[in-house]
């Protein structure tokens, strides 16, 4: 059964950093697209960072603060973030693919089709 288990979420201060972590289990990580979203209370799901095989995208505003990242050897997906702003704060969820394809569109929802359960993020001003 494929799972896929964030960790690292937390409260900061505007300005402070944290590192998420995204372990897998009963899936391979190093050839699949994969991505972090985030859902702030009352507002869609969005796609903040997303890789593959040979891109990275970002999304606008987390640009030159987020990096996403993978360990191969832990079979782990990471998101670093840092200048943490009271925006950033929601629940940041990583996501894989099913197929080895390469996804069309980066943030779309419905091209990842394995989801975590969640880690939430808060950042006070």
């Known amino acids: 059964q494929v799972q896929l288990v964030e960790s690292g979420g937390g409260s900061v201060q505007a300005g402070g950093s944290l590192t998420l972590s995204c372990a897998a289990s009963?899936?391979?990580?190093?050839?699949?697209?994969m991505a972090w979203f985030r859902q702030a209370p009352g507002k869609e799901r969005e796609g903040v960072a997303a890789?593959?095989?040979?891109?990275?995208t970002y999304l606008n505003s987390v640009k030159d603060r987020f990096t996403i990242s993978k360990d191969n050897a832990k079979n782990t997906l990471y998101l670093q973030m840092n200048s943490l702003k009271p925006e950033d704060t929601a629940m940041y969820y990583c996501?894989?693919?099913?197929?080895?394809?390469?996804?069309?569109?980066?943030?779309?929802?419905?091209?990842?089709?394995?989801w975590g359960q969640g880690t939430q993020v808060t950042v006070s001003s």
């Open positions: 890789i593959d095989s040979n891109s990275i």
């Open positions: 009963a899936i391979a990580i190093s050839r699949r697209s």
């Open positions: 996501a894989a693919r099913l197929s080895l394809d390469k996804v069309r569109r980066s943030f779309a929802i419905d091209e990842y089709h394995y």
